[in-house]
């Protein structure tokens, strides 16, 4: 019943992939959403995988690759940290990612072998948001937007985006619509109490019609 639906969804609302071939020439920012345990991690908390999700682990990897890829270039990266004070609540979410505890952290990939280096690399910006969406999550109380303030900076014409998950996080900041182009990469996806098959394509899907280009494979042009 589920796979017929997804199918009958694929064929009406039908989300074309394609590769991308990063260059000098087109300055692109990478922006990570929500590479926390919270939402990453098996078992990190309310809303992490309760068991081992091979998209979700795939999606980490990549990440990995392309922040590591995009760090040895010093191209600009962005990521984004779900992070909430423990008096908080998001609606209608159970209590995740509390600020200080290891939801709140980057995945231990990026944690362990990555984080001290991601953090100090001037290419690298590190955002913890409180609310669904990064963009704004990214106002200070000044009225600023890191975000914008690291477009602009970075003079980033192009932003491939990737994250979790495609129907929450990833999709509120592409609906932005920014004038970049932005590439969401696939094989991205969500925590539990979604759907993640059938969200995931729905998610794209809307990322689609606000202009976002669905990427499988992401290679960077040699120098
Ligand atoms: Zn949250």
């Not at 970075?154 to 990833?170: E, F, M, P, R, S």
């Amino acid at each position: 019943m589920v796979s017929a639906t997804i199918d009958l969804l694929k064929k009406e609302l039908p989300v074309e992939q394609t590769s991308l071939l990063l260059s000098q020439d087109i300055k692109t920012g990478l922006v990570l959403v929500d590479l926390v345990n919270g939402f990453c991690t098996v078992g990190a908390g309310n809303l992490a995988p309760v068991q081992h999700d091979k998209q979700i682990s795939c999606m980490v990897q990549e990440s990995v690759r392309l922040a590591r890829l995009f760090c040895e270039k010093k191209w600009p990266v962005f990521a984004f940290l779900d992070t909430h004070h423990p008096d908080i609540l998001e609606p209608p979410y159970p209590p995740h990612c509390i600020a200080g505890t290891d939801e709140a952290r980057l995945v231990p990939c990026l944690c362990i072998i990555d984080l001290q280096w991601l953090e100090n690399e001037a290419n690298a910006t590190l955002r913890r948001k409180d609310c669904i969406d990064g963009f704004l999550g990214s106002v200070d109380k000044d009225g600023s937007n890191l975000f914008v303030d690291w477009v602009n900076k970075n003079q980033i014409k192009a932003i491939l985006v990737v994250g979790i998950c495609t129907d929450i996080c990833v999709l509120d900041f592409c609906l932005r619509n920014f004038r970049s182009p932005i590439h969401v990469a696939q094989d991205i996806d969500g925590a539990l109490a979604h759907p993640q098959d059938l969200m995931h394509h729905i998610g794209l899907y809307m990322a689609k019609g606000r202009g976002a280009r669905i990427v499988s494979e992401v290679s960077f042009a040699a120098e």
